[in-house]
């Protein structure tokens, strides 16, 4: 079992920025991936950030410029940098480790997800 632990969401103003953070500790499995997720209120779960256990990154693409993903070099630990915040950004962000099963297997874990919310 994997246990994924998030950090740093709170009350940001528009154009401000926030860092969060997402530990990942027990049983680790070879890591495939760790990232992110957001959810807003009346809206579909929406995929933000992913960076790979080579280090490969990938996001959505309406948040590139904006949202940098990067990793500890224990690779245990994700941050996601969200710089010029909007209010559409407003959302929980969850967090989730994907880890090897076997060689053909993955399974992932998820947080329980932290609140942004961008405001005035």
């Known amino acids: 079992q994997v246990h994924l632990v998030e950090s740093g969401g709170g009350l940001v103003q528009p154009g401000g920025s926030l860092s969060l953070s997402c530990a990942a500790s027990g049983s680790i499995l070879d890591m495939v991936a760790m990232g992110w997720y957001r959810r807003s209120p009346g809206k579909e779960r929406e995929f933000v950030a992913q960076i790979t256990n080579s280090g490969n990154t990938n996001y959505t693409d309406s948040l590139k410029g904006r949202f940098i993903i990067s990793r500890d070099n224990a690779g245990n630990t994700v941050n996601l940098q969200m710089n010029t915040l909007k209010p559409e950004d407003t959302a929980v962000y969850y967090c989730?480790?994907?880890?090897?099963?076997?060689?053909?297997?993955?399974?992932?874990?998820w947080g329980q997800g932290t609140q942004v919310t961008v405001s005035s």
């Open positions: 989730y480790y994907r880890g090897w099963v076997d060689f053909s297997h993955w399974t992932e874990y």
